[in-house]
C-alpha cells in the first residue's frame, strides 16, 4: 500500500500536524525536525497527492484569459467556451476573468499582461501575437511566477509552459493536401488568404501548406499569402481583386478567418468556382459547406482547447506535469457530408 502521512509521522517520531507544515513548506518547524520527515518521507517513497490536499485545502485557482475582440466568429465560439468554463468554476475550483484586446494589438496584450497582479494570478491563458515585446512581456509574467499557456496561436521563443492548440504546420499541410486533389490534373494557381503573419499559427499554416504543393503539386502556384486581418470586408476585397485579375485561379485556401466575406466574393462570381479550403466550422463555413462553395474546412476543438488550457495551468500551479496525450488537440477536415 502506498505510505501516508500517519506512516511519515511514525517514521519521524513526529505529530501530524508537524508533517502537515513540512510537506506544505509553513514556517515554525526546526531546521532538525524538517530534515526528520524529509529523510522519512524519502525512505518511505511518499509521493503526495496534491489534487486531495487542494480539495482539502478548498483552493482556488485564479485565472485569466486573454482573447482578440471583433467579430471573429471563431474567436467568439472560443469566448463562449471560455464563458462555460467561468460557470463550471465553482466545480473545478477556478475562477476565471476574461481579457479582450482588439486583434492584433501587441501593444494591448503587452499592457494586459503587465497589470496582472502576480498574488491575485495563478495562470494565463493568452492567444499571442507573435512578437518579441509579447515574448519579453510573458516571460515577466513567468520571472513572477505566473503560469503562461498559449491558446490557439503559439508564441516560439517565449517560456510559455505549454501550447493549447493544433500543430499548425499539419494543418497547413493537410490543406495542401486537400487542394492538391481537389485540383488532380489542373494546371493554375492558388490564391492564400491569411489574417496576419504576425500570428505564428498563420505562419506555419501558410509554410505547411507551401511545403506541400512545391514537392508534391508543382503545377499549382501560390499566390500570396494575402493578409486581411481576418476582415470580411477586407476578405471580400481581395478575393474579387484576385479573381477577376487572373482567370487561372484554381483554388482558394484561407488560412484565417474572415470566411463570411470569401462566401460573397465566390458567390458573386458563380462561373468561376474555385476548390476552397478554409477554417473553423461555424454557422458562415457550415452552410458554405452544405451550399457547395467550401470543398472543405479544417477544424480544432476550441472547447478542448479551453478544458486543456484550465488542466495545464492548473497543474504547472501544483508544481506536475499534464499528460501530453490527454492534451494534444486534434485537427479534423469536414465535407458537407460528416458535419456535426
Known amino acids: 500500500m502506498r505510505p501516508t502521512v500517519h506512516d511519515i509521522a511514525a517514521e519521524a517520531g513526529v505529530s501530524l500536524a508537524t ?13 532538525q ?20 490536499a487542494n480539495l482539502a485545502r478548498s ?9 482578440p475582440a471583433g467579430p471573429n ?13 467561468v460557470q463550471r468554476g465553482s466545480a473545478e475550483r477556478t475562477s476565471i476573468r476574461i481579457e ?12 494586459i499582461l503587465d497589470t496582472i497582479d502576480p498574488q491575485a494570478v495563478t495562470g494565463v491563458a493568452l492567444v499571442a501575437t507573435d512578437t518579441d515585446e509579447v515574448r519579453a512581456a510573458v516571460d515577466r509574467l513567468i520571472d513572477q511566477g505566473v503560469q503562461v499557456a498559449t491558446l490557439v496561436s503559439d508564441l516560439p521563443g517565449s517560456r510559455r509552459v505549454h501550447f493549447c492548440g493544433i500543430d499548425n504546420v499539419a494543418a497547413g ?9 481537389f485540383c488532380a490534373g489542373r494546371r493554375g494557381k492558388v490564391l492564400v488568404v491569411a489574417g496576419s503573419m504576425k500570428l505564428s499559427d498563420h505562419m506555419d499554416r501558410a509554410s505547411g501548406f507551401a511545403a506541400v504543393l512545391e514537392a508534391e503539386f508543382p503545377d499549382l502556384q501560390i499566390v500570396g499569402p494575402v493578409e486581411t486581418n481576418d476582415d470580411a470586408a477586407t476578405v471580400r476585397q481581395a478575393v474579387a481583386t484576385a479573381l477577376d485579375a487572373s482567370s487561372d ?4 485556401y484561407n488560412l484565417g478567418a474572415g470566411n463570411r466575406g470569401l462566401i460573397e466574393a465566390i458567390r458573386a462570381r458563380k462561373q468561376h468556382k474555385p476548390a476552397v479550403v478554409a477554417h473553423e466550422v461555424t454557422p458562415h463555413s457550415r452552410q458554405a ?27 504547472y500551479a501544483d508544481g506536475l506535469n499534464p499528460l501530453s496525450a490527454q492534451e494534444r488537440i486534434r485537427i479534423d477536415i469536414f465535407l458537407k457530408d460528416n458535419l456535426p
Open 249 to 252: 485561379i484554381v483554388a482558394i
Open 33 to 52: 525536525t524538517v530534515e526528520k520527515v524529509e529523510n522519512a518521507v524519502h525512505r518511505l517513497g511518499y509521493v503526495r497527492d496534491v489534487t486531495a
Open 173 to 181: 499541410r493537410t490543406a495542401g493536401n486537400l487542394v492538391g486533389r
Open 73 to 85: 466568429s471563431f474567436m467568439r465560439v472560443l469566448e463562449t467556451e471560455i464563458d462555460a468554463a
Open 19 to 31: 508533517v502537515d507544515r513540512v510537506l506544505n513548506r509553513r514556517p515554525g518547524v526546526r531546521r
Open 59 to 67: 483552493r482556488v485557482y485564479p485565472f485569466v484569459f486573454v482573447i
Open 100 to 111: 479582450t484586446v482588439p486583434p492584433f494589438d501587441s501593444g494591448a496584450i503587452v499592457q
Open 289 to 315: 459547406l452544405a451550399d457547395g462553395i467550401f470543398d472543405a474546412v479544417i477544424n480544432q476543438d476550441c472547447g478542448h482547447e479551453v478544458r486543456s488550457a484550465i488542466r495545464v495551468l492548473k497543474a
